[in-house]
Each structure stands twice: as C-alpha cells, then as structure tokens.
C-alpha cells in the first residue's frame, strides 16, 4: 500500500553554507533587514510535514496493507481463474479470490503471517520534517496500526527472542528524491519467505551464469 502525504505546509527558508550559520542563527533570532553581515545563498520554498501526519498515514497503510487487496492483483487473479485449465489451479484461485473478498469486506487480515512491516520512504529535498524524527513517528505508526488492526506481533529481539509486542522496529528504507512530495509504501513481509531463503559464496570468474545455476538449483 502507498500514500502520498501532501497535507504539509509550504513555508519560505534561506539556505546557506556553512560559514553562514551563525549569520542564519542571528538573523533567526533578531529579524531585521538584510545586509552584508548575511550571506544568503538563495531563496527557496520547502514542505513542511508533520510527524503526526506520517504516523497517522502509517496506521492506516499497515491496516490496510493486511486487509485490502490490491485490485491489480485481484484482476490478476480473475485472469488466471479464466486461464486455468486445471481442477487444482481453479480451486486455488477460487479460494483465493474469496479469501481476499471475506478479508475485504470484514477489514480482518488475509493471513494469519501479518509479516513485519518494511517501509518505503521517497522524501523531496525539499521537504522538512516537524514535531518528531522520521523513523519514530514511521515505528509509532506501525506499533499503533497492528494494535487497532488486530494484527499479529512478529519481531523479537535477536539475542533474548524477546517479543517487543509491537511489530517494531519496522525496516525502513529511504530514498531522498526531488521535489517537495513525501511518499510512504507498506510492504508487510511474511517470515515463511525467509524459511526458503538461501546463501552462497560465487567466485567472480562464475559470472552471470554461476547466479543462474544457483537459482535454478535451489
């Protein structure tokens, strides 16, 4: 699930280097007109968004990342059902495609594995964050969102096994882009994936061919 977060502000800023701090710091705090004493690089706009917003958008993403399937994927789905020659394959997609409406419908997640959350940021440059740090307000979203979602608490502490009874700390991945949006997309991640994973070592002179092998493999 993804959110576009454009309720934020747009407020004016200078921006300067950093042998113009202290001159940004007075300016701050005195007002005044500008004179040779400040050095000011240029003018610019930024969006200022709140953390409140990004944990309120989180809550809902988890929510619904668990309940609602995409309709893409439900399309798909139909697709296949119609495509499907076999008894098995079109009982699959059958049970799928219910599973996913009861889920809907009743807002109760589709799997029993509500997985834990990875988060995709995309920040603008331009985007300034207010009344919190990013990656608390992200984990103040999950913890909220699997507490009203009823959704099951998967991580624990790597060394006690500990359960933090929260889902947290979600994974988050940041990528800073331009512009002044702030775009967030839940991905709740299953652990039975991890079960089937696999490690090698591949030494360069395999190339594309080694990775292949290995995945055809396994």
Not at 7 to 32: P, R
Request: neutral net charge.
């Amino acid at each position: 699930m993804t959110q576009l977060i454009t309720k934020g502000k747009i407020k004016s800023a200078y921006t300067f280097n950093k042998t113009d701090q202290w001159d940004a710091l007075f300016w701050g705090i005195y007002g005044g007109q500008r004179n040779k004493g400040f050095r000011f690089r240029e003018f610019m706009s930024v969006r200022e968004i709140k953390a409140s917003d990004i944990t309120d958008t989180v809550r809902m993403l988890c929510i619904e990342a668990n309940t609602d399937l995409g309709d893409d994927v439900i399309h798909a789905f139909e697709k296949g059902l119609k495509e499907e020659e076999s008894p098995t394959g079109k009982a699959i997609f059958k049970a799928l495609l219910e599973n996913a409406r009861i889920a809907r419908d009743e807002k109760v997640p589709m799997c029993q594995d509500t997985g834990f959350a990875v988060v995709f940021v995309e920040m603008g440059q331009e985007v300034v964050i207010s009344g919190g740090a990013m990656d608390d307000a992200i984990n103040e979203g999950v913890r909220h969102g699997y507490k009203e979602g009823f959704l099951r608490k998967s991580i624990c502490d790597p060394f006690t096994r500990q359960n933090t009874k929260d889902n947290t700390p979600a994974v988050i991945i940041t990528d800073i882009v331009e512009g002044d949006k702030f775009k967030i997309t839940i991905a709740p991640k299953g652990g039975g994936s991890e079960n089937m994973s696999r490690v090698t070592m591949l030494t360069p002179s395999g190339g594309k061919e080694a990775v292949v092998d290995f995945i055809v493999q396994r």
